[in-house]
Nanobody, 126 residues
C-alpha cells in the first residue's frame, strides 16, 4: 500500500481529529506531488475533501472549509488533515491519494489520483 492513513476514530460532534497520510515506502519523490483527501460515506459516492499542492497551496470542499486544515511535512513524507468542529455528516472512510502528475495543478477529481491508501474510519456521534 503506497499511502497509509491513520488517526481516525470515534468522536462526539464538535470534537476534533487529526488524520495522517504517510508515504511509507518512499517509492516516489513525495515533495513534487499534490496529495488529496477524499471520503466515502455508506451508500454514497466518494467525494473530494481537500488537497494540498506540491507548493503548499490548498483547496477544500465548501462543507469543510473553515473547519478542516490540510498541511504537509515533506521531510516525513506525510500529509495531515486537521478536522475541527466535526459534524455527524463528516462520518465516512477517509482516503488519501497522490495526484498522478508531478508539479501539476491542484485538482478535485478522484480519477486524477492514484496511489490510494486503505482508508481510515471517522465516526462522529451526535
Amino acid at each position: 500500500v503506497p499511502m497509509v492513513e491513520s488517526g481516525g476514530g470515534l468522536v462526539q460532534a464538535g470534537g476534533s481529529l487529526r488524520l495522517s497520510c504517510v508515504h511509507a515506502r518512499d517509492t516516489f519523490t513525495f515533495s513534487v506531488y499534490n496529495i488529496g483527501w477524499f471520503r466515502q460515506a455508506p451508500g454514497k459516492e466518494r467525494e473530494f475533501v481537500a488537497f494540498i499542492t506540491w507548493s503548499g497551496s490548498a483547496d477544500y470542499q465548501d462543507s469543510v472549509k473553515d473547519r478542516f486544515t490540510i498541511s504537509r511535512d515533506d521531510s516525513k513524507r506525510t500529509v495531515f488533515l486537521q478536522m475541527n468542529s466535526l459534524k455527524s455528516e463528516d462520518t465516512a472512510v477517509y482516503y488519501c491519494a497522490r495526484q498522478n502528475r508531478a508539479y501539476g495543478p491542484g485538482l478535485r477529481m478522484d480519477y486524477e489520483y492514484g496511489y490510494w491508501g486503505q482508508g481510515t474510519q471517522v465516526t462522529v456521534s451526535s
